[in-house]
């Protein structure tokens, strides 16, 4: 089964994550794909926005735990880290205008993709989190300053340093999702809104991004690459490897700030 699906409709190019039975946690063969994905609707002329969206219960639960400090190629964590930024960086970067369509999980590596979008449609359904704290780690793809810039600081110390999940109304209240409707009109409406972005003058569109962008872009990008810099110092602690231990022994860590 492909776990990325793309379609275009009316200049959209609809990619959704295809691992309904885990809830679109992605592995290192979704990641690849999805990079792939995204890079060919950008280059394409035809596509004039792109729609982000999750088969099943869930936008995307995030990095699939089984795999969780697995290095399919032989790199260091520094390079597995900046490989994927690269990736978040481009879809931040991307002229187009991007639209997520939100359900369900929308956790770890999942909800710092959603984040990248310009504009977050959710349903009710929504369970949004940045859990990486329980594993010894931090957000490491922009989560910690997208995330600060749509909600303010204090609530995304909140969110970061207790890992804990907000529902959809609050996540509505606080702006990290733009608009909230029901789960039988989320596809609908979220593909209504991005065609209504197509139709539009795409040079116009690209510069309109890009200038609104400078508000927060250069210091999110830059916090980016520190993310980076903490991660990869992180993934060398005693406290990552005790909290791995912990999640495969089924029991609660104990943290010894190494």
């Known amino acids: 089964m492909d776990t990325i699906l793309t379609r275009t409709e009316n200049g959209v190019r609809v990619i959704s994550y295809n691992r309904p039975e885990r809830h679109n946690a992605i592995d290192d063969a979704m ?20 729609l982000l969206r999750g088969e099943g219960k869930s936008f995307c639960s995030g990095r699939d735990v089984s795999v969780l400090g697995h290095r399919e190629r032989d790199e260091s964590d520094f390079d597995f880290v ?28 999942g909800c710092e993709g959603a984040l990248c979008a310009d504009i977050r449609v959710s349903d009710d359904t929504l ?7 329980n594993f010894g780690l931090l957000p490491d793809t922009g989560g910690t300053q997208l995330l600060a810039a749509l909600i303010g600081m204090s609530r995304a110390k909140a ?11 609050t996540a509505y ?14 596809d609908d409406f979220a593909l209504n809104l991005a065609m209504k972005l197509a139709s539009k003058p795409p040079i116009a569109l690209a510069m309109g991004k890009q200038m609104i962008d400078q508000m927060h872009g250069p210091a999110i990008r830059n916090g980016t690459r520190q993310e980076l810099l903490a991660q990869t110092a992180l993934f060398l602690t005693e406290d990552y490897k005790e909290a791995r231990a912990a999640h495969r022994e089924g029991r609660k860590p104990v943290y010894r700030g190494r």
């Open 31 to 50: 990641g690849d794909a999805f990079r792939l994905a995204f890079m060919d609707a950008v280059e394409d002329q035809s596509v004039r926005a792109i």
């Open 82 to 109: 900046r490989r994927h930024q690269d990736g978040r960086l481009a879809m931040q970067d991307c002229p187009k205008p991007v639209v997520a369509a939100l359900k369900g999980g929308v956790i770890g590596g």
């Open 127 to 133: 369970k949004m989190a940045l859990p990486e704290i």
């Open 159 to 169: 969110m970061v340093l207790t890992g804990d999940r907000i529902d959809a109304k």
């Open 173 to 186: 209240e606080w702006g990290a999702v733009d608009f909230l409707v029901a789960p039988d009109e989320l």
